[in-house]
């Protein structure tokens, strides 16, 4: 009888563990941190302002005594980004002074961009889109660097930083 009793006992507490565990996963939803229903693609095409940076930059790579410079509160005229089509997630524009520029958004809002200059500059900026007060921001990290193998290009540096652009229209 108490074999019984102990394998019923038993059998109520696994059941009230498994009961437990199933209504916390439901309770919080997705447990690959996207709900269902967020399908927001937002409209990325406008012009977009650097809002603040700071990076740290080294002005010439091939020099062994060259030290990083470190600058803070980098700002760029308004503008300097202008998305210019978008189909779905991904999207393409220009980046000051046409430079070519295209990026993708992922389901979880992060997005990823690449800014390009056949003779010039490289750039990467990964980030996360936010809306504050109606307006779309991406905050995130940048990184470029200069293709000095390039023959019209004698430039030899390259940085890292992080930001904020804001959508200005």
């Given at each position: 009888m108490r074999t019984k009793v102990k394998a019923f006992i038993a059998v109520v507490g696994v059941l009230l563990v498994v009961t437990a565990i199933s209504l916390i996963i439901?309770?919080?939803g997705s447990l690959y941190g996207k709900a269902a229903n967020d399908n927001w693609i937002?409209?990325?095409?406008?012009w977009w302002a650097t809002e603040r940076a700071a990076t740290y930059t080294?002005?010439?790579v091939t020099d062994p005594t060259c030290m990083p410079v470190y600058i803070e509160g980098v700002s760029y005229p308004e503008g300097v980004f202008h998305i210019t089509v978008q189909t779905?997630?991904?999207?393409?524009?220009?980046?000051?002074?046409?430079?070519?520029?295209?990026g993708v958004i992922l389901p979880d809002r992060t997005v990823s961009m690449q800014a390009f200059e056949p003779s010039e500059l490289r750039f990467f900026i990964t980030g996360r889109l936010t809306k504050s007060g109606g307006t779309l921001q991406l905050e995130g990290y940048a990184h470029g660097f200069n293709d000095f193998g390039l023959p019209a290009n004698g430039d030899k540096n390259m940085y890292s930083g992080y930001g904020r652009l804001v959508k200005v229209d």
């Open positions: 439901i309770s919080r937002p409209d990325m095409t406008g080294f002005d010439d779905g997630r991904v999207f393409a524009g220009t980046w000051e002074g046409g430079r070519k520029l295209t």
